[in-house]
């Protein structure tokens, strides 16, 4: 069963849409930057080939199940300035929605991670009430986890795993079977 978000959705002030492969280039610009990718597990992308790649996984996660991430535009400039958005995962045998959310570090500070987030959140309440939403954050990285508590996550100690601290919405008892 599809559960179609808008391919489009505005906040107060940013632009959430589906991406685009010609938007190659931004978000290899993203996802390669070293400073934004300091806490990334798998570290900074290496190649235009590889953000054209998870572009395509992207849009396939909107055709297979109606919703997904998407690029984070300042509507006056039409420039991008991140990645939000929902996927599912399937996490300690149950799924899940894995938010996600990494901006330019010009856009840092504003306030702008956290109300893109804070929409994705709101989506999926709205749209997969049945799926908890979770952030895995490393706990060094702190700007990571006041973005989870400021779009409505909340601290999970109880789900945390080896390097990683857990913050959720709809995961309300876990007694590991999911």
């Known amino acids: 069963m599809k559960y179609p978000f808008p391919e489009q959705e505005k906040t107060d002030r940013l632009l959430l849409r589906?991406?685009?492969?010609e938007d190659a280039g931004d978000v290899f610009k993203i996802e390669s930057d070293l400073e934004t990718n300091r806490y990334r597990p798998a570290g900074p992308m290496e190649s235009m080939e590889e953000a054209v790649d998870t572009i395509k996984e992207w849009?396939?996660?909107w055709?297979?199940?109606?919703?997904?991430?998407w690029l984070v535009v300042?509507?006056?400039t039409e420039k991008v300035i991140g990645i939000t958005g929902i996927r599912r995962i399937c996490w300690r045998k149950r799924d899940v929605l894995n938010l996600y959310y990494r901006f330019s570090p010009s856009a840092w500070g504003k306030g702008y991670a956290a109300e893109a987030a804070a929409s994705s959140i709101e989506m999926a309440r709205n749209y997969l009430p049945e799926l908890?939403?979770?952030a895995r954050i490393r706990p060094i990285n702190t700007p990571s986890r006041k973005v989870a508590q400021?779009?409505?996550l909340k601290r999970r100690p109880d789900l945390d795993t080896a390097g990683h601290e857990v913050f959720a919405l709809g995961w309300e008892s876990y007694?590991?079977?999911g």
């Open 18 to 21: 589906k991406p685009r492969l």
């Open 150 to 152: 400021k779009s409505g």
């Open 175 to 177: 007694n590991g079977n």
């Open 63 to 69: 055709s297979t199940d109606g919703y997904g991430y």
């Open 59 to 61: 849009r396939n996660n």
């Open 132 to 134: 908890p939403v979770l």
């Open 74 to 76: 300042l509507p006056e």
